[in-house]
Nanobody
Framework: QVQLVESGGGLVQAGGSLRLSCAAS????????MGWFRQAPGKEREFVAG????????FYADSVKGRFTISRDNAQNTVYLQMNTLKPEDTAVYYC???????????????WGQGTQVTVSS
């Protein structure tokens, strides 16, 4: 089992940057695919970025490609989401998720953090 705790959210102006962190418990962190999702008010939870167990393969939603970067440090049991050139439409609660298998749908991830709020002002 994996427990996930996100941090790093906050309020930022459009064009600014934030880095989210997700700290995982458990000694098998390096065996898990990790993903970041987000959910804006009144909208469904959507995939943002994912990374494989080694960090050698990453994938992104088209809406964030070129602006966001996902990375992981298996020695620190932590996955990161560097968010640059933020836009008001990036405002959402951001969730970290983990699963043994590749996926881009929320239902494909077994473990979730509690979420961290990101607000981008115009």
């Amino acid at each position: 089992q994996v427990q996930l705790v996100e941090s790093g959210g906050g309020l930022v102006q459009a064009g600014g940057s934030l880095r989210l962190s997700c700290a995982a418990s458990g000694r098998t962190f390096s065996r898990y695919m990790m993903g970041w999702f987000r959910q804006a008010p009144g909208k469904e939870r959507e995939f943002v970025a994912g990374i494989n167990w080694s960090g050698g393969s990453t994938f992104y939603a088209d809406s964030v490609k070129g602006r966001f970067t996902i990375s992981r440090d298996n020695a620190q049991n932590t996955v990161y989401l560097q968010m640059n050139t933020l836009k008001p439409e990036d405002t959402a609660v951001y969730y970290c998720a983990a699963d043994r298998n590749y996926g881009v749908l929320p239902g494909e991830y077994a473990y979730w953090g509690q979420g961290t709020q990101v607000t981008v002002s115009s």
